[in-house]
């Protein structure tokens, strides 16, 4: 590992500070669970690294039954599976964190740094998408929103500008009998890479679709909101046809490729078969909620 210069500011001004001043010679630090591997591989070399941790705003879970969720940035993975709100209210979200590495990477692993990796493959930014969050990012002059399925623009690449930082995550409250789930396919029992991630959320009337987001994630270069496959659900009951035709439309909607990981064409495969399982969760979720 090479020298670089450490920085822990304490409010969000003051990151946006340093990191504004120091432009693309400086990268945010939350969990460091990818950061510092990039490092010490070489495939990146900030002069300077800003911690942020010690920020309240990003280390913040506030949810309102009316207003809906405040998710802080830099919140660990394991804050957000052990939030008695977050279950209840967001299970899907709280199962994609719970999924990230071992017990040890939750306890340091942020959802916002999931989404500011800039991998197709992040297990939580498909449950982020299928809420409907956006995420909140403070620059040196102006703060701006933008929807999360917008945030990710290539593998590794994000919309944030030198100067700016992620500084949490805005969640619709949830209507009466909706729910999320997520699901996802790796190779391994634990600790791997999604080869394919679903997200889903359901709002029900009865037995009729009222409100539907699918999400995937490991099956484009980056994650993909299948608008086409959650419209194809709304006014309809939700009966066999109804989620064979989503999951079908899913598949379309997956740009998946061959790797060491799995085929394309398994890989749309996993997408319809992930795609049915997660309508079916979320809606037996909403029937009860």
Known sequence: ???????????????VSILKRHGEKARPLCGGTDILIQMRAGARRPEYLVDVKQIKELRQ????????????????CIEIHENEAMRKYYPGLAEAAHLIGSLQIQNRASVGGNLCNGSP????????????AKARIAGARASRQVKVEDFVTAPGVTV????????????????????????????????????????TSLTLAGDVVKAARIALGAVGPTPILADKAAESLVGKKLDDAAIETAASLACEAARPIDDMRGTAEFRRHVVGVLTRRTIRIAAERARAA
Not at 62 to 75: C, M, N, S, W, Y
Not at 121 to 132: F, V
Not at 171 to 195: C, G, Q, T, W
């Open 160 to 199: 944030l500008k030198p100067g700016e930082l992620l500084v949490e995550f805005l969640i619709p409250a949830p209507k009466p009998h909706s729910a999320d789930a997520y699901l996802r396919f790796i190779p391994r029992n634990e600790m791997d890479i999604a080869v394919v991630g679903v997200g």
């Open 121 to 132: 493959a992040a297990d939580t930014t498909p449950a982020l998408i299928a809420l409907g």
């Open 61 to 76: 879970i506030k949810f309102d039954a009316k207003k809906g969720l405040r998710l802080g940035a830099a919140v660990p």
């Open 1 to 15: 590992m090479y020298e670089f210069t450490y920085e822990a500011p304490t409010t969000v001004a003051k990151a």
